[in-house]
């Protein structure tokens, strides 16, 4: 009996020093040789490397599908609410938003809460109805902002929307108006579209998008919804494209970063003292077209990338164009702006994200290409 019990303390000493022996090897020593020159390119370790990368993506594939989507949803589901508006003639208009801010205030699009529908409701994850006390609209991105009288609530957290990459596995969280629970949906990221306006004319207006993979019935249902990834922080807000209901590609999430933005918008026009001038934002007032490497080619514009001024086609066109502050400050039609400033002007810092980080007490330089030839077109402080 001894004698089994020896042998079983020398195989288990074994198997133990050989574990820590075999982590010693993965992760330092193995781990050495396959980053170092001189053994990188031995056939037996390039094996042995591609064998210990697929066992590794293997681990790490089976950790991230470990979690439901419910138990990842759960995490952000308390920072989602209902949101209900009424105009004067009893018509509602329903959808989602997000709690941003713990003393009441929650995120919401436009087209939860249209112009006119000044009566609004918010429903939070507890079941508690709160009547709203005030609004603010932010133009540019069409994010809406409603304050209540709740208080010590959960809020969304915010992912880095500008580091969102197509094929990213997200879940939109909304919250149903009659019962309690948050109901989930999979999907993914198709993409960052920043050349698509969401408003129109595309100056001054939010360009910079996610494209959605959702199910039509999903993104119908949860405008106004956060979408989140698989950590449960929310990438963008499910919004439509109002002016074309019908159209392929209506359905949008405006991302993180813009939502953000507008929020320190809203508590900049909030904190206003009476007395103080509030500053007006920064609105060229006409119509540009993002260029890319095709349209530079069929324009024979000697950049690919930009924003060009079209020209007006009609007498009435060329009318409201002269009355803009673009042209009262030197733009002609036919420009290609590619800086703001020392931001160039490219796909993901489109000209409408970078205008918007400026206002009209703030001299702004454009640098313009015009007929071939680089200029400097400075937008004026007010």
């Known amino acids: 009996m001894k004698k089994i019990g020896k042998i079983f303390m020398?195989?288990?000493?074994?198997?133990?020093?050989?574990?820590?022996?075999?982590?010693?090897?993965?992760?330092?020593?193995f781990a050495q040789m396959v980053n170092n020159p001189t053994w990188a390119n031995n056939d037996t370790v390039k094996t042995m490397a591609?064998?210990?990368?697929?066992?590794?993506?293997?681990?790490?594939?089976?950790?991230?599908?470990?979690?439901?989507i419910a138990d990842i949803a759960s995490r952000a589901a308390t920072s989602v609410v209902f949101v209900e508006a009424v105009n004067a003639e009893g018509v509602t208009s329903v959808g989602n938003g997000v709690v941003v801010s713990s003393d009441g205030v929650i995120a919401t699009t436009k087209t939860v809460v249209p112009t006119g529908f000044d009566t609004q409701y918010v429903k939070y994850a507890?079941?508690?109805?709160?009547?709203v006390t005030d609004a603010y609209t932010d133009a540019y991105s069409g994010i809406v902002f409603l304050r209540t009288e709740a208080k010590?609530?959960?809020?969304?957290?915010?992912?880095?929307?500008?580091?969102?990459?197509?094929?990213?596995?997200?879940?939109?969280?909304?919250?149903?108006?009659?019962?309690?629970?948050?109901?989930?949906?999979?999907?993914g990221l198709v993409g960052n579209i920043y050349d698509f306006a969401t408003q129109s004319p595309a100056s001054d207006h939010l360009q910079g998008v996610l494209d959605l993979d959702f199910s039509e019935t999903v993104l119908q249902q949860n405008i106004g919804a956060p979408v989140v990834d698989y950590q449960g922080n929310m990438i963008g807000m499910i919004s439509v494209k109002k002016d074309q209901p019908t159209v392929e590609g209506e359905y949008y999430a405006i991302a993180a970063n813009d939502i953000y933005h507008a929020f320190e918008s809203y508590l900049r026009a909030k904190n206003v003292t009476e007395g103080d001038t509030v500053t007006q934002p920064l609105l060229l007032g006409t119509d540009y077209e993002i260029i890319n490497a095709i349209d530079a080619?069929?324009?024979k514009i000697s950049v690919d990338r930009g924003a060009i001024i079209p020209t007006p086609v009609t007498y009435q066109e060329n009318v409201l164009f002269n009355a803009t502050v673009a042209a009262k400050s030197g733009l002609r039609a036919g420009d290609v702006i590619i800086m703001v400033n020392n931001d160039e002007v490219s796909p993901k810092n489109n000209l409408s994200r970078l205008l918007h980080k400026y206002d009209r007490s703030q001299s702004v330089n454009l640098t313009v290409l015009r007929a071939g030839e680089i200029m400097t077109v400075t937008i004026p402080q007010i």
């Open 152 to 187: 010590d609530l959960a809020t969304i957290s915010f992912a880095n929307s500008d580091d969102a990459q197509s094929g990213k596995q997200l879940i939109s969280i909304m919250q149903p108006r009659a019962d309690n629970g948050a109901h989930f949906s999979a999907g």
């Open 126 to 131: 507890d079941g508690k109805v709160y009547t």
């Open 10 to 29: 020398l195989v288990s000493a074994v198997l133990v020093i050989g574990g820590i022996g075999g982590m010693f090897f993965d992760y330092i020593f």
């Open 297 to 299: 080619q069929i324009k």
């Open 50 to 68: 591609s064998r210990y990368q697929v066992i590794k993506n293997t681990e790490k594939i089976i950790v991230e599908n470990s979690e439901s």
